[in-house]
């Protein structure tokens, strides 16, 4: 079992930026790749960022590639999405994620956080 918890959502002008943060607690954070996925209202949740349990291989969306950064230390058990030149098609949810594979498929990813909203004003 492995609980998640994001921070570092808020309101930001387009052209800013934000640092989200995911802190994981009950199980060995590095066995876990981490990722970062995004559901705004009214659309489907997307993939925007994975790790892998080493960070040897990093995945982004074609969206936000260039813009943001994934990192992560696992000896602080934590996840990390650096998010520059924001628009405001990135305003979403943002959710962390935890998986014993590398990918960018919901589907493949077994622990969840509640959620940290990203609001980027025009």
């Known amino acids: 079992q492995v609980q998640l918890v994001e921070s570092g959502g808020g309101l930001v002008q387009a052209g800013g930026s934000l640092r989200l943060s995911c802190a994981a607690s009950g199980s060995t954070f590095s066995s876990y790749a981490m990722g970062w996925f995004r559901q705004a209202p009214g659309k489907e949740r997307e993939f925007v960022a994975a790790?892998?349990?080493?960070?040897?291989?990093?995945y982004y969306a074609d969206s936000v590639k260039g813009r943001f950064t994934i990192s992560r230390d696992n000896a602080k058990n934590t996840v990390y999405l650096q998010m520059n030149s924001l628009k405001a098609e990135d305003t979403a949810l943002y959710y962390c994620?935890?998986?014993?594979?590398?990918?960018?498929?919901?589907?493949?990813?077994?622990?969840w956080g509640p959620g940290t909203q990203v609001t980027v004003s025009s």
């Open positions: 790790i892998s349990r080493r960070a040897y291989t990093i």
């Open positions: 994620t935890a998986s014993r594979i590398l990918s960018k498929s919901g589907s493949t990813y077994d622990y």
